[in-house]
């Protein structure tokens, strides 16, 4: 298994701006913690895990006590860095990700925001993500406790060990979902995100993160809900799509009419608009941009001039791990039940 934490995720810039929630270290090891406490439980296994500044997995593992017969399963799991030069850039999870990929990694795990899960999606190819929530924008994280994701990832890595010897009604690969991906092209280069891709006229990268609407151009987006934090929230002020129905949205900002909608926490923003339509499976919408940057998943990822950008919905996102599908699994086959 692949273990990711980002150690920057949940403190960029918005939190001079708004009342975004700051999720400090501790906070992460403890749900780190809590993760392989759930996993040991099912099963001995290895975990590759990103090297950072922070030593969050390394505090996170320390703190478990230890367990009886675990053999040379130092407390259940044998827990270990890829090996890269750490230099605190994006391109340390990108690194890590691939190489845990290549190095066989059954799933990859990863604490940060829509922000880290892109970049770690960028390298998964078709490795299952099981992504927990520690950023500031979650949208594409689960819902759920970090010891009961762990349980779940330990579920679904015995059921892959022993899926000859089980009946075939249940497989895991039936436990993994594929999800959708917004591609932004031109003629030279692309970009990918997992939640929205948006036009801002702001002409630098300048601190990545936006809170202001009144820069937007236009906004797309793989889902969105009623009140959802980011640039999802402003089609998600029209409509309702869920993560796996086969369109999305796109949001043509003007002044037709005004939505309200939370761009990050604790900030509600009159968002002027001028259409908001259904994006549907690689439909083209084509944007001429001047002078201006693209967000992807809420930052600032490249600088735009005298661009014509092709946006396009792709249902070739990375596998996600359904982790109810997996309990109710666990469930079926007693592994709840018969544990180390």
């Known amino acids: 298994m692949g273990l990711l934490a980002n150690p920057s995720s949940g403190h960029d810039m918005r939190r001079l701006v708004s009342n975004a929630e700051t999720v400090t ?9 809590r993760l392989l406490s759930g996993l040991r439980s ?3 296994c290895r975990v590759l895990f990103m090297p950072e500044r922070l030593g969050l997995v390394q505090s996170a593992f320390e703190s478990l006590p230890p367990l009886k017969n675990t053999g040379s399963f130092q407390k259940g799991l044998e827990v270990q860095p890829v090996e890269i030069s750490a230099k605190g850039t994006p391109q340390d999870t990108q690194e890590a990700a691939r190489i845990m990929r290549e190095s066989g990694c059954s799933l990859l795990i990863t604490f940060g925001g829509d922000g880290t899960n892109r970049l770690v999606a960028m390298e998964s190819g078709k490795v299952p993500l099981l992504p927990i929530a520690a ?3 979650n949208i594409f994280s ?18 892959l060990s022993a899926e000859k010897e089980l009946p075939s009604s249940v497989s895991a690969r039936q436990l993994v979902q594929q999800h959708k991906l917004l591609l932004a092209e031109t003629d030279t280069w692309s970009e990918s995100a997992l939640i929205d891709l948006a036009i801002s006229r702001q002409a630098s990268l300048g601190g990545r993160a936006v809170w202001d609407a009144g820069w937007l151009q236009a906004v797309f987006v793989t889902r969105c809900k009623p009140g959802a934090s980011g640039l999802c ?5 029209v409509m309702d799509i869920a993560p796996l129905a ?3 949205a796109a949001a043509v900002l003007g002044n037709r009419f005004s939505v309200q909608a939370v761009l990050t926490a ?3 923003q009159q968002v002027g608009l001028e259409s908001v339509e259904r994006l549907e499976l690689n439909q083209p919408f084509t944007l001429e941009v001047a002078e201006g940057t693209l967000l992807a998943d809420g930052e600032r990822v490249r600088e735009l001039r005298n661009q014509t950008v092709h946006i396009k919905l792709q249902n070739e996102g990375p596998r996600v791990l359904d982790i109810e ?7 079926k086959h007693d592994f709840l039940q018969s544990g180390l």
Not at 142 to 159: D, M, N, R, V, Y
Not at 325 to 331: D, P
């Open 25 to 33: 270290h501790l906070v992460k090891v403890n749900r780190i913690a």
């Open 42 to 44: 099912q099963c001995q």
């Open 135 to 137: 950023g500031t924008n």
């Open 142 to 159: 689960l819902p759920f406790e970090a010891t009961q994701a762990g349980l779940a990832s330990g579920i679904f890595l015995k059921l």
């Open 233 to 237: 929230g402003i089609p998600g002020a």
């Open 246 to 248: 086969p369109h999305g």
């Open 266 to 268: 604790g900030k509600v």
């Open 325 to 331: 599908a997996t309990l109710e699994a666990g469930l």
